[in-house]
């Protein structure tokens, strides 16, 4: 009797094992990461709540992280502020194990929207090798194209009701500007280069701009 216990005990302790491996397995192929991208003001924070919601993944946005950091005067926070407040990108070693944390705190996620991240790329392709660990990678990059003088003036406007210090001065939103066009926009090739790339037009009402991104998303999945 205790044999057939066993017996009976071991063969669903083997299916278990298997039904868990499948899941496992289902979840990796149902993972979707995806690299939000675009100069500041473009409206990735924007867009990047309503995915989430609607494609159920959790939204990673670097800058907002530092800036709860700063509020809260951790270490990070420390590190982070003056290059945020000079519209500086922050050092890249900083900037990376900052992500990985973050991406760790939500083992069970059913993938990424990386908003703000990566900006060089170094960051890039680091992503790739702490994605590969998980057996993970990036799916997509969605780049929001928006004209420069419509940034500033969405960004001078944001600054009037956010209270962001970095927003609030047309000089420093220049200076984020001028970073983006010499460190940043070159990441757009690394994932050109692996035919991730996708260009969005970032004009529009902030439904038609879901529309657009929800179109290239499904295309992926
Ligand atoms: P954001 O909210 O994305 O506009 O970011 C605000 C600021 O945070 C930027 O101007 C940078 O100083 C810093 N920051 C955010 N993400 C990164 C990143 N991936 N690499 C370096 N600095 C970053």
Redesign the pocket.
Known sequence: MIEIHYICGFKLFQACKKTHLKEKITNINLMINLVLFGA?GAG??TQAERLQEKYNLIHI????V??YNIKNKTELGKQ?KT??DE??????EV?INM?RSEVNKNENAKGFIF??????TA?AESLDEFLSTKNAKVDAMLALEVDDEVLVKRLLDRGKISGRK?DANEEIIRK?LA?YYEETDIVKSYYQKENKFHSIDGVGSIEEITDRLSEAIDQIK
């Open positions: 500041p990735k924070g946005s670097t800058g907002d530092f800036r982070a290059y945020i519209g500086r990108l922050v050092p890249d900037t992500l908003d703000g991240f990566p900006r060089t960051q970095d984020r970073v």
